[in-house]
């Protein structure tokens, strides 16, 4: 049981975890991190069993997608009135939070999609309620590009690759 809704969710392996770690994003603005074997090993029923973190880091917003890197497994990125980045490298119980970048592109709208290319472990795609799509570097802390385009619904990240490894649409 939880004190807030889930809104979004995934699971991924991470450090000794024997089950992984299971991420929340939660409809109060919340990012939740489970460790799925404490929930299936016990038979309480207390709210919050098996709850390693809560990061408060939406103000309120739905959290409405989240992902794991598939490259990196410590960086979980999740969207809910802007882009937001944890790294899990040092602590699951307080990762550090950051942004993709600088401006935030969906301000005032709400990020709907989240997703990680799938070649370059430091590009990450999101898009918002009114349209708006960016590629964040978060190498270098920037959008490499954005559009808007009010009539698209959904998108999926599909990255080319070049032989210097660099990203290309």
């Known amino acids: 049981r ?8 995934a699971w991924n392996v991470i450090g000794d975890k024997e089950m992984g770690v299971i991420a929340g994003g939660m409809d109060d603005g919340a990012v939740t991190l489970w460790d799925p074997h404490a ?3 016990s038979k309480s029923d207390r709210v919050g069993h098996g709850c390693v973190s ?6 309120g917003y739905c959290v ?4 794991f890197n598939p490259q990196k497994p410590t960086l979980l990125a999740s969207g809910g ?8 490298s040092k602590s699951l119980q307080a990762p550090t939070v950051f942004t993709p970048g600088e401006p935030n592109y969906h301000e005032g709208n709400i990020v709907t ?19 708006t799509v960016v590629i964040w570097d978060l190498k270098n802390s920037k959008a490499i590009f954005n559009f808007k ?21």
């Open 2 to 9: 939880t004190p807030s809704n889930f809104s979004s969710i």
């Open 39 to 41: 929930i299936i090993s």
């Open 54 to 59: 809560v990061q408060n880091i939406h103000d």
């Open 64 to 67: 409405n997608a989240i992902e």
């Open 81 to 88: 009135k802007e882009v937001y980045i944890q790294d899990l």
């Open 113 to 131: 999609s989240i997703s990680w290319n799938r070649v370059g472990p430091y590009i990450l795609a999101s898009a918002s309620n009114d349209g």
């Open 149 to 169: 385009d009010p009539d698209l619904q959904t998108y999926d990240f599909n990255p080319l690759t070049s032989q210097n490894d660099e990203f290309q649409m």
